[in-house]
């Protein structure tokens, strides 16, 4: 189970946890993240790469164990791509015991797990289909960032017919939080790992540079 599942779980498990006035660029959120997460998560790319993607903000979560922002993109020639970037934590022991409760699953305790549960999780789909979507080829690539990091390149055919959807997911761990970053391409099946690596070359430069 991911990281962003596990934190669904938890706010709707309606754990306590300390609330401060924090900002975004939608306004106060009411809750403090904790232990090094961003505290505006549309502020960790900045504008002049934005710009140059004609991003447009889609989305964004503020939670003590994790943060988000999302965009709609243009990128490698497509439109409306969506980029997603985000950090979050371990979950706390308290909190990691009830989600194991609630789901049946091993919660990742430290930050060396939840950075290998990630990477897992990249090279999946996500989650189960009655359909005819599945992973037909993915491909990882070591990347020189943070404590440990990685590209993971997963190409999904969603059963609408060729060419497949190619999933790029950045991971970096720095210390006890796992950053991500996640795009997804709809119209181009000729994408390597190198050639990812070098397509998010910016935004992987002003989140984890």
């Not at 991911?2 to 946890?17: H, I, N």
Request: aromatic residues 6%.
């Amino acid at each position: 189970m991911t990281a962003a599942a596990l934190v669904t779980l938890v706010v709707a498990g309606s754990l306590t946890w300390t609330v401060v006035h924090s900002f975004s660029p939608f306004g106060s959120v009411g809750v403090n993240p904790a232990r090094g997460l961003p505290d505006d998560p549309c502020a960790v790319v900045g504008e002049e790469v934005l710009d140059d993607l004609d991003a447009e903000p889609s989305y964004w979560d503020v939670s003590e164990y994790a943060t988000g922002c999302g965009w709609r993109t243009l990128l490698n020639g497509e439109e409306e791509v969506p980029l997603h970037v985000g950090h979050s934590v371990p979950l706390a022991g308290p909190d990691a015991e009830l989600v194991e409760e609630m789901t049946g699953e091993d919660v990742p305790r430290d930050a060396e797990e939840l950075y290998e549960d990630e990477v897992e999780s990249a090279g999946e789909f996500g989650y189960e289909s009655e359909g005819s979507t599945e992973v037909v080829d993915t491909e990882e690539k070591d990347l020189d960032l943070g404590d440990e990091s990685a590209l993971v390149l997963a190409d999904i055919d969603y059963g609408y017919g060729p060419p497949p959807t190619q999933r790029v997911t950045v991971l970096v761990r720095e210390g006890d939080v796992v950053g991500t970053i996640r795009v997804s391409l709809a119209s181009s099946d000729d994408l390597d790992a190198d050639g990812a690596e070098e397509l998010l070359a910016d935004v992987v430069a002003d989140v984890f540079g």
